[in-house]
Structures are given as structure tokens and as C-alpha cells.
């Protein structure tokens, strides 16, 4: 569990000082809280919170499905991409 020492702490043969951030296990930071030696540290928002108190996360696309899709951009008569002319020339060859 992430920590914020309130006072020094003796921990792994080190001093952690006020202020500073550890890790330890459940119970030993348990018990540091009830002492009153520790806090729990804050953990920062991993997804956006909209105003309703829900999570939103927005998924990125997939690199394999981002090559086979068109280019939105590209006209239609444009030349094939590098990786499906070397496609083509090494079934060409193969077929020989």
C-alpha cells in the first residue's frame, strides 16, 4: 500500500522522513495509520470523472485494425502501402 509518512519511520533498514512516500504491506500500514505515523497516500484519477460522479475512459484504437483500415485522407486511386507491395511481389514469386 502507498504511504505518506507523518513522522519518521524505521523501515527497511532505512529512515523514511515526514513527507515522503513508501510502499508497505496491508497490515503494517494499517497499523501505521492507527499510530498515527502514516496516512494513506492519494491516488491520482486514472479516468476522467464527468459531472454525474461516472467514469469515462476512451479506448485507443488498435495498431492491427489501424493498418488494415483505409486512410480517410488517402484518394482512392492512391499506391498500395510498402507492406502490401512486398506482399505482392512474394506471391508473385512463390506462384512462378
Do not use: C, W
Request: aromatic share 4%; hydrophobic share 40%.
Amino acid at each position: 500500500m502507498k504511504m505518506t509518512a507523518l513522522k519518521p519511520i524505521y523501515l527497511n533498514r532505512d529512515v523514511v522522513l515526514a513527507g515522503q512516500q513508501f510502499d508497505t504491506g496491508d497490515q503494517h500500514a494499517r497499523e501505521l495509520i492507527q499510530k498515527g505515523y502514516a496516512e494513506a497516500a492519494p491516488v491520482p484519477p486514472t479516468a476522467d470523472a464527468t459531472t454525474d460522479g461516472t467514469a469515462t475512459t476512451q479506448t485507443a484504437p488498435d495498431a492491427s485494425t489501424q493498418a488494415l483500415a483505409p486512410a480517410a485522407d488517402a484518394p482512392a486511386d492512391a499506391p498500395a502501402p510498402a507492406a502490401d507491395v512486398q506482399a505482392d511481389a512474394t506471391a508473385k514469386a512463390k506462384a512462378k
